[in-house]
């Protein structure tokens, strides 16, 4: 998967295609960069309605290619590189959305399927717990 971006690219459709491709992941995007394993802060992140211009002057026209095998780490610093923004990868974990810091260096296929897992067993529970049995 790849996002074609340059100054009038709203963040909030990076955010949709990227989550369109890994349902179970979705991209934030702060005022400051963050280290390997580093969580960002809430008062930092961004407002979605804002274009790549508004946010980085010197953005330009970019590819980021983001193949399912690719590392969280590299995703993250490639945005921060090439487009000027510094984002973060959160995963679905019981229904919330959590930063993903500690797993940076798993790749985007099996974070998502964390996240999928995750998100089943967060329905199972919920399901288990109306369950009755009859007898």
């Not at 508004?54 to 590392?71: A, D, F, H, Q, W």
């Not at 995703?75 to 921060?80: D, K």
Request: some cysteine; charged content about 35%; overall charge negative.
């Amino acid at each position: 998967m790849h996002i074609d971006i340059n100054d009038k690219t709203v963040l909030k459709e990076i955010q949709k295609t990227f989550s369109d491709f890994y349902p179970f992941l979705l991209m934030k995007f702060y005022k400051k960069p963050h280290n390997k394993y580093e969580e960002s802060k809430k008062e930092d992140e961004l407002d979605v309605e804002q274009t790549v211009g508004e946010v980085y002057k010197k953005c330009g026209s970019n590819k980021i290619e983001m193949l399912p095998t690719e590392r969280v780490a590299n995703v993250e610093n490639e945005f921060q590189n090439k487009i000027g923004i510094p984002i973060q990868i959160l995963k679905m974990e019981n229904g919330l959305w959590c930063q993903t810091s500690g797993l940076d260096n798993l790749s985007l296929k099996d974070l998502n399927i964390m996240g999928r897992n995750s998100s089943d067993d967060y329905v199972m529970e919920d399901v288990d717990d109306d369950f009755e049995t009859k007898e």
